[in-house]
């Protein structure tokens, strides 16, 4: 080794040290720090399908012993809201793996730009998901010891919603003060951020009104269905057919049958209005069993999202102060990984529990 | 070592996927959706489950392999990756290989509301 290449050796060994503000200390060069973020976020990843994984065990062992169950609980649920919302969760996560893209090719602009997109595809599920469930607790679809189905006579937008939407729009009114805020001080990073906040949060109103209004055209179409079928033929309940069914149905048998039960005052009225409005098929109680599930799923994998909400959102407060380099773009990457999981797991639970004959 | 430590300028640590790649599987996965929901109504049968399943690794499968960069990575972190759904696999299937056993004298009990034994301080009811 000649004097020449031992000082420039030298020189690489102190450039290392010296280059990259985001290299930690204990790590030799970029790539290994790279790679050894990436195994971590892989192990992470192992661990999240085993935390789901107990969710998909009780739901395979409750499938497999009443499947009936299942056959009853499917009628409560719209797979065109899961199937839009499957979509918007794909299209989050081709945003998203374009993000890490641009980051590698370090494009500022565009990764803040698909950032942001992600986030909002974010936001428009979480939106679709509350119509969802808010319209189910209307209708008194809780998990089973709850369960308490019934006629929705409430008209307007259900208190559910409004208790969904109410922290969106708290933070909504609070980046957008934040962002103005901050442009007053000349702060203009901490201005792009906050906006770009402010337009997260409001996508998740695009997604409430969008699947409002969905489910308004949708109960206005099958009115119109039950009111042609009354048209066409006698009603279809009266005292004997409820009567006539096992005991294992629900109160309303009792709350006209002999044995009345000591609660079944009001309730029961309002579950025999309920079955004249169901049809002839009774459903059992257990379908609140299902709906346990459903809600354990559904719901750990909204709080999922919302972790990944706050992630991005560190991704792009970093992006904005343009962070990443062609050899450090690690946390867009990882997070990205993490995001696809949540889709990947969406990508499992959309067949399962909306896609039942 | 050289061409390693030069400032910004050298070639990104991971594979850089192509746009037209990445749109192209995002449109394969929206057809893959839109099957599966318009497959529901097909007559199936009992194969209808399956048939959902299938569609649901496929997309599974395109996501990992090339949103997730699997087919580019580290072998080692597609083994550790894909060992968690051996875990997994193992986990369910043991579950209802026991629970199989004893399902008949689960379905022995009454059902919910209908208390045909009394337990133990139960509220008592009027026949």
Known sequence: MTATELAESVHDEQAHHTHGEFIAHHFDTAEQQYDSGKLGIWLFLVTEILFFSGLFCAYTLYRSHHPEIFVQASTFLDKRLGGINTIVLLFSSLTMALAVRSAQLVERKKVIVYLVLTMVCAAVFLGIKAVEYSHKWDEGIFVRAYFNLHEHVGHGISKYLILFSIPFLVLLVGSVIAAFTYRSLGKQHLFVFFISLAIMFGGYFLGAAGGKVYMNWKTARDAKLVAANDDHSARPVDDHSSADIPSEKHEATTANGEHKLPDSGIAGVAKETSDVALGPAHLDQDIGIFFSIYYCMTGLHAFHVIGGMIALSWLLYRSILGHWRADYYGPVDYVGLYWHLVDLIWIFLFPLLYLIN | ?127
Do not use: C
């Open chain 2, 1 to 127: 070592m050289a061409h390693q430590s030069s400032e910004h300028g050298h070639a990104a640590a991971g594979h850089v996927t192509p746009i037209r790649l990445l749109v192209t599987i995002f449109v394969i996965l929206v057809a893959l959706t839109i099957l599966t929901v318009v497959a529901n109504d097909w007559p199936l049968g009992h194969y209808d489950l399956w048939v959902a399943l299938v569609i649901a690794l496929v997309k599974a499968t395109l996501v990992a392999l090339f949103f997730m960069h699997m087919y580019w990575d580290k072998g080692f972190n597609v083994f550790a990756f894909l060992s968690s759904f051996v875990f997994a696999t193992l986990f369910i299937g043991f579950t209802l290989m026991d629970t199989r056993h004893y399902q008949d004298s689960i379905r022995e009990f009454p059902k919910s509301g209908r208390p045909d034994v009394v337990f133990p301080g139960a509220p008592t009811q009027q026949k």
